[in-house]
């Protein structure tokens, strides 16, 4: 069982940038592949970025390309993302992922552990 706990959520205006953070319960949190999903209400959560084991490859969605930045410590057990220009499309619940593997992934493949999340909340 991996433990998942994010942080750095909060409110920024249209424009600005947050990081969040998601640490990992387990020393080998350097095995899997992380991710973040997002959810806003009434619809299904919705893959965003995942990185391999590695940290040497990285996969986003269309939608955060060039924006977001993923990133991971595998010293510190912990999983970074770093949010810039966010828009108000972007509030939702962000959730942090493990995956069973260590390889790159991509949208399609299933999380075997998530984070309770946390909110981001972009105003125009």
């Known amino acids: 069982q991996v433990q998942l706990v994010e942080s750095g959520g909060g409110l920024v205006q249209a424009g600005g940038s947050l990081r969040l953070s998601c640490a990992a319960s387990?020393?080998?949190?350097?095995?899997?592949?992380m991710g973040w999903f997002r959810q806003t209400p009434g619809k299904e959560r919705e893959f965003v970025t995942a990185?391999?084991?590695?940290?040497?490859?990285?996969s986003y969605a269309d939608s955060v390309r060039a924006r977001f930045t993923i990133a991971r410590d595998n010293a510190k057990n912990t999983m970074y993302l770093q949010m810039n220009s966010l828009k108000p499309e972007d509030t939702a619940v962000y959730y942090c992922?493990?995956?069973?593997?260590?390889?790159?992934?991509?949208?399609?493949?299933?999380?075997?552990?998530w984070g309770q999340g946390t909110q981001v909340t972009v105003s125009s």
């Open positions: 387990r020393r080998t949190f350097s095995l899997y592949a």
């Open positions: 992922v493990a995956y069973q593997t260590g390889l790159r992934v991509g949208p399609d493949k299933v999380p075997a552990y």
């Open positions: 990185i391999s084991s590695s940290g040497v490859s990285a």
